[in-house]
């Protein structure tokens, strides 16, 4: 898929281009690959100027949630991986949007369709202003069941 990468070097937004994510995802397999050899001392500060999320962002975040927590330097190259390549796929994805939709630029409605419909994720506050309907999950036949029971087994105390 050659063409669709060469395609998606004019489209971008705040002068992301897919050249610079082809050069993130290139720096951050050399950065993984030297996490599995042992020889990563480095690798993270190099990084810093191309990586989304760097190891002391990603501890602030895990101190966030727990002061007491210590991520493994293998767990946090891994956790930095993922996102990274969340992030190259959300993007290259909102370009396949944008040239389908023969525009020259990416827009925030690429980004969301993309996460609505992919990982069922909506950002507030960007794009529309428009109220979203809350949807309530399906209840099935056996929840209902197992609710009736649990009620009844309450009215017997």
Same mark, same amino acid.
């Given at each position: 898929m050659a063409s669709p990468s060469?395609? $998606? %070097?004019?489209? +971008? =937004?705040?002068?992301?281009?897919?050249? #610079?994510?082809?050069?993130?995802?290139?720096? /951050? !397999?050399?950065?993984?690959? $030297? %996490?599995?050899? +042992? =020889?990563?001392?480095?690798?993270?500060? #190099?990084?810093?100027?191309?990586?989304?999320? /760097? !190891?002391?962002?990603l501890q602030e975040l895990v101190r966030e949630i727990d002061p007491t927590e210590q991520l493994?330097?293998?767990?946090?190259?891994?956790?930095?991986?993922?996102?990274?390549?969340?992030?190259?796929?959300?993007?290259n994805a909102a370009c396949l949007l944008a040239k389908h939709r023969k525009v020259p630029k990416v827009e925030v409605r690429?980004?969301?369709?993309?996460?609505?419909?992919?990982?069922?994720m909506w950002i507030p506050g960007f794009g529309t202003d428009e109220l979203r309907p809350y949807k309530r999950a399906t209840v099935t036949e056996a929840h209902k069941q197992r609710l009736a029971l649990i009620r009844k087994a309450i009215k017997k105390y």
């Open positions: 060469q395609n $998606n %070097a004019t489209l +971008g =937004t705040a002068g992301t281009t897919n050249p #610079s994510i082809t050069t993130n995802s290139s720096n /951050t !397999k050399a950065s993984s690959g $030297n %996490a599995a050899s +042992g =020889t990563s001392s480095g690798a993270g500060s #190099s990084d810093g100027a191309t990586q989304l999320l /760097t !190891k002391p962002r493994d330097e293998e767990v946090e190259e891994l956790l930095l991986q993922i996102a990274d390549d969340f992030v190259e796929n959300t993007v690429d980004v969301q369709l993309h996460l609505e419909r992919n990982w069922n």
